[in-house]
């Protein structure tokens, strides 16, 4: 995808550079790269292998550069799993957070006119204020407008959900005030449209379908049209254990009991808790147990045990669990599995997960869509995940673009990179923004 360059109208550097989504998208809003800062030697290789790079300063890593070169943007992806809600938080006390101050440091020493820095939307979580406020506070010291939002891919035309923190800065003397952070896409955006053979669906013919079945009006909330595998959760698209594999009616009845009632502070503090057999026994007095037996046969320990047995619970102390206990490990390594047809996939991480794309989707006709999809696409395995181009698109990255690893490590370097229709977006309003 290397292009030569042709009637550049601001120049920029590339920070965190990683395989260059802020480049891509600074490219086609006819910027000129002269500087790019990555240590990571796979993003690096892989960097120099789609951009023509050998005018331009390679700077290594940001914490080591001592001389710096003018460019009127800045802007980089400041690595950030010290800020990220699902780590530790702990902010500028981790190396990875001390990031930031370099980045002030280095923007400091070039005074560009402004800047675009990515970072996870935990940096603006309340639990975080203080140190949002103190990078703030840098950069106004440094004499910046300061503009940030949390914005989510899936409202550019890209169906990921994928939120991160924008952290924007016009230089004082240059600012025009005019800038805002661009408004979301009024069309969503379809799974389907990134698919590639097994799963790619007719897009026209969903667009005319209005989506009016019970199945795609229940998923509206979260844009995504999937199925969840948990035994800790419940709802008309969950698939639990007990629904794959063989129970008899009470036993499903038993899981359910539990599931209902496993979060009641009665059985204690945790966000699920273990339940004694006396525990379970007790609640099954309230329930009715229809067609198990003469007199609605009682919960008993056996029957306890048997579901121990099919490795649907597990002994706990004395008490009861499911074997499935942490909701985003899923079943048997399947967490959600999404629907060509769905708005939004999950969000690409460097670490994988445990999402999948059904190759075929449920007609409209069937009634009852659950039993279908586990009929039909689940233990048919008519299911895969993401391949590397569709993740790519994902992301916003041109389908010529190139990797040179193998699929997880090109998963990884994508799961580290920037959407690049945000960036776009965002880097145009910027660009308008100056005096």
């Known amino acids: 995808m290397k292009k030569p360059d042709l009637n550049k109208k601001f120049t920029f550097i590339d920070l965190f550079a990683g395989i260059g989504g802020f480049r891509i998208a600074l490219e086609r809003l006819n910027g000129k790269c002269v500087g790019f800062s990555e240590i990571e030697s796979k993003a690096i290789s892989v960097y120099k292998r789609n951009f023509e ?3 331009e300063v390679e700077m290594g890593d940001i914490t080591k550069i001592n001389e710096c070169i003018y460019a009127d943007i800045l802007v980089g992806g400041v690595p950030c799993q010290s800020w990220s809600i699902a780590g530790k938080m702990k902010g500028f006390e981790d190396s990875r957070g001390k990031l930031w101050l370099d980045t ?16 996870v939307k935990g940096l603006a979580d309340p639990r975080n ?8 506070s840098e950069f106004n010291e440094l004499g910046y407008n300061i503009h940030f939002n949390v914005l989510n891919s ?24 005019s800038f805002v952070f661009p408004d979301k896409f009024k069309s969503l ?41 948990s035994d800790i959760r419940n709802g008309d698209h969950t698939i639990h254990s007990w629904d794959l594999i063989e129970t008899s009616k009470k036993e499903k009845q038993i899981c359910m009991l539990i ?7 009665l ?36 029957d306890i045990e048997g579901l121990v047995a099919k490795k649907i619970l597990r002994r706990v102390d004395n008490k009861y669990e499911f074997v499935n206990s942490k909701i985003s490990s899923g079943i048997d390594g399947v967490y959600r599995i999404f629907m060509p047809e769905s708005h939004v996939f999950s969000t690409l991480t460097k670490s994988g997960n445990r999402d999948y794309i059904s190759e075929i989707s449920i007609p409209d006709s069937v009634k009852n869509k659950k039993d279908y999809f586990i009929r039909e696409i689940y233990l048919k395995k008519k299911y895969r995940q993401i391949s590397l181009k569709e993740a790519s698109r994902a992301q916003g990255f041109p389908d010529d673009y190139v990797f040179e690893h193998k699929y997880a490590v090109s998963m990884g370097l994508l799961g580290n990179a920037v959407s690049v229709n945000v960036v776009e977006l965002v880097g145009k309003n910027l660009l308008n923004s100056f005096k």
């Open 104 to 119: 002030i440091k280095f923007t400091k020493q070039v005074k560009p006119k402004g800047f675009i820095y990515e970072n």
């Open 267 to 302: 059985y204690g503090n945790r966000d699920g808790n273990p339940m004694a057999y006396n525990d379970i026994a007790n609640l099954s007095l309230n329930m009715s147990f229809e067609d198990m037996g003469k007199d609605n046969d009682p919960i008993i320990v056996d």
């Open 129 to 136: 204020s203080y140190n949002l406020d103190l990078i703030i």
């Open 53 to 55: 790079t050998s005018h």
């Open 259 to 265: 599931l209902k009632n496993r979060r009641k502070q």
């Open 154 to 177: 899936f409202d550019y035309g890209l169906p990921q959900s994928r939120e991160r923190l924008f952290v924007v800065g016009i230089r004082k003397d240059l600012d025009n005030r």
């Open 189 to 229: 955006p379809f799974l389907a449209d990134i698919l590639e053979g097994k799963g790619k669906t007719n897009i026209n013919a969903l667009n005319n379908s209005g989506y009016k079945n019970s199945f795609n009006m229940a998923a509206v909330a979260n844009k995504g049209n999937f199925y969840i595998f």
